[in-house]
């Protein structure tokens, strides 16, 4: 084992991970002078499209980091939503009308938004140490004690002043500082299918359709012909990935007239969870992104929400790792009251979309309240069998996929167990969380 202690605490923040929210973060914190060291266990930015959409605000956050021309220059507009139930038309958003400067909805691979926040890192004197992996953690005193692993196994010693766990749904900096990841899985799998397709509408518009059966299908524009189709309620398929013949038949029977689907670029199938940490900050260690919360991706939120805590955690952050402001200016001062509120909104309106897909079926809106219908208001998705069954449960929303000529993987299926949810199956809000 090699040992090596680096580091001058309270100068220095150890970012765990770099996925959009440490890049984020690692590039936002040596923007204001931080001394910043970023490690990722990967071999490089993620090859798949994965997140897709770039929402409005958090393009105005890239633009205060001189990016959001960059961004925009590459991404594909969507400037409308319509959803239809059957062949009728039920709603036509008009983004522009979203009292932001950037009317739209960005749609672009998250290995392209990746490929971007790291060459910022690099453009502010940043490095990314790929194929290394944080093992351990201890908070010592003023400092945080780190050890690192190599792809080759071997053992080094860090010491930060701070450390942030961007490390993702299966955060190991989560797991070291022992914070539970409260919450259950949602009761089937999704499909999702990067394809060219003929026939949705107007590529400057996502298409979400939805039927009295309850399968809806959504239809994203990724620019020229690309598309990213997305199908709910497509059961338990056990973490088998989709052949392109499944997607095809899926389409012929969601949607309401005949499109054409060809030339398939990745298939996926996945299992979305609703999970939050109980706190964002243990001492001088703290999570953001994925590492702290998940959820559906109904809406395209999960890659914003995680770039914005980097945005919003990262001048805090370098005040306070500069000895210019206390402690207590971050989350950790409302362990889960702003943010659990934003992860249970977001839950709510994901059931209410996924239950949109059943809206001609008679008594809609007594089941939308059911889970909730016994008691006061309380948070989470619907009751869901397999919340009770740590096996069924142990499936995260890592997608089994399939991609013409790549490996068809991204992470690997863990055994996260099911943790303290109430009767109801809901999470369950600590006392001090009024909101709930
Ligand atoms: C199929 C799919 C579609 C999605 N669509 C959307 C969408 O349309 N819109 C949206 O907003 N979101 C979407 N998401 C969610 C989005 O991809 C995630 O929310 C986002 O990637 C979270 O970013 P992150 O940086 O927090 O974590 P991650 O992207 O998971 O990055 C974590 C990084 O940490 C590294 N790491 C892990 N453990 C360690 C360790 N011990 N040591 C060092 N490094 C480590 C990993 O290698 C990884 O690079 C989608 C996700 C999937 C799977």
Redesign the pocket.
């Known amino acids: 084992m090699t040992t090596t202690h680096t580091g001058t605490p309270e100068g220095q923040v150890l970012v765990?991970?770099?996925?959009?929210?440490?890049?984020t973060l690692a590039a936002q914190l040596l923007a204001r002078g931080i001394h910043v060291r970023v490690?990722?266990?990967?071999a490089g930015p993620?090859s798949?499209s994965?997140?897709?959409?770039?929402?409005a605000r958090t393009l105005e956050l890239l633009d205060t980091m001189g990016l959001a021309d960059a961004f925009v220059g590459h991404g594909h507009r969507v400037r409308r939503l319509h959803w239809y139930a059957s062949q009728r038309n039920l709603c036509d958003l008009d983004l522009a009308r979203n009292g932001s400067r950037y009317g739209f909805v960005l749609d672009l691979p998250?290995s392209r938004t990746e490929t971007l926040l790291r060459a910022r890192v690099q453009e502010l004197g940043g490095t990314i140490e790929q194929g290394?992996?944080?093992?351990r953690l201890a908070e010592r005193g003023g400092a945080v004690d780190a050890t690192l692993r190599d792809a080759a196994g071997r053992e080094s010693e860090v010491s930060a002043g701070y450390v942030v766990g961007?490390?993702?749904?299966?955060?190991?900096?989560r797991h070291e500082i022992g914070l539970p990841f409260e919450g259950q899985p949602y009761p089937q799998d999704w499909l999702?299918a990067d394809v060219a397709l003929d026939g949705a509408g107007s590529d400057g518009a996502v298409h979400a359709f939805f039927r009295p059966n309850g399968l809806p299908l959504v239809c994203?524009p990724m620019g020229g012909q690309r598309w990213r189709l997305v199908m709910a309620n497509a059961g338990d398929r056990g973490g088998q990935p989709p052949t392109f013949a499944e997607i095809q038949e899926q389409v012929a029977e969601r949607a309401p007239w005949p499109i054409e689907v060809s030339d398939p670029q990745w298939l996926?199938s996945?299992r979305c969870h609703l999970r939050s940490t109980s706190s964002y900050r243990r001492g001088r260690v703290l999570l953001?992104?994925?590492?702290a919360h998940?959820h559906s991706?109904a809406g395209?939120?999960?890659?914003?929400?995680?770039m914005m805590d980097a945005h919003n955690l990262a001048w805090k952050l370098a005040l306070v790792a500069d000895g210019r402001a206390p402690r207590h200016l971050w989350p950790g001062a409302h362990p889960c009251r702003v943010r659990r509120a934003r992860v249970h909104q977001q839950a709510r309106r994901t059931v209410d979309h996924a239950e949109l897909g059943q809206a001609g079926r008679a008594g809609h809106r007594r089941s939308r309240r059911e889970p909730h219908a016994d008691g006061p208001a309380r948070c989470g998705p619907p009751r869901c069998p397999s919340s009770r069954s740590p096996t069924r449960g142990a499936r995260w929303?890592?997608?089994t996929a399939t991609a013409a000529g790549r490996s068809p993987e991204?992470?690997s299926p863990t055994s996260t167990s099911v943790a303290s949810t109430d009767r109801r199956g809901c999470i369950t809000c600590s006392a001090t969380d009024a909101t709930c």
Do not use: W, Y
């Open positions: 765990v991970g770099a996925g959009p929210t440490g890049l490690i990722d266990k990967g993620a798949q994965r997140a897709l959409s770039i929402q998250q290394v992996e944080l093992a961007c490390d993702g749904a299966h955060s190991r900096v999702l994203i996926a996945f953001a992104g994925d590492a998940i991706p395209g939120q999960g890659m914003n929400t995680g929303s890592s997608p991204i992470g």
